[in-house]
C-alpha cells in the first residue's frame, strides 16, 4: 500500500503559479510512473502530466509549455510546476502512483484559477 500526501493547491490569478507536491510513502517499490491527473466540475479526469520508468514525462497537450513536472526519487516525491495558469486549469488534481502491484491515489488538492 502507498499512502500519498499532496500539497500546494490554491487560488490564484490567471496568469500566476503554482507548485504542486505529493510525497509517496509505504510500500515503494516497482515503481512504472507517478504523476498528476485532473478533474473539473461535470467532466471526467484527465491526465495533467507524468513521469515514467526510466524518467520520460508526459503532458497533456492544453498544459504543454506550461506546466513541468519533476520527481526526486531520494524523497519520493513529484513535483508539478504550473505557470501561466488559465481559468480552464481549475480542478481537482490528484496525485498518483502506479507500480506492479496497482495504482494508488492522493485525496486531491483543488486549484482554483480565477480570470
Known amino acids: 500500500q502507498v499512502q500519498l500526501v499532496e500539497s500546494g493547491g490554491g487560488l490564484v490569478q490567471a496568469g500566476g503559479s503554482l507548485r504542486l507536491s505529493c510525497a509517496a510513502s509505504?510500500?515503494?517499490?516497482?515503481?512504472?510512473?507517478m504523476g498528476w491527473y485532473r478533474q473539473a466540475p461535470g467532466k471526467q479526469r484527465e491526465l495533467v502530466a507524468r513521469i515514467i520508468i526510466g524518467g520520460n514525462k508526459n503532458y497533456a497537450d492544453s498544459v504543454k509549455g506550461r506546466f513541468t513536472i519533476s520527481r526526486d526519487s531520494a524523497k519520493n516525491t513529484v513535483y508539478l510546476q504550473m505557470n501561466s495558469l488559465k481559468p480552464e486549469d481549475t480542478a481537482v488534481y490528484y496525485c498518483?502512483?502506479?507500480?506492479?502491484?496497482?495504482?494508488?491515489w492522493g485525496q486531491g488538492t483543488q486549484v482554483t484559477v480565477s480570470s
Open positions: 509505504g510500500s515503494i517499490f516497482s515503481f512504472n510512473a
Open positions: 498518483y502512483y502506479n507500480a506492479h502491484t496497482g495504482t494508488s
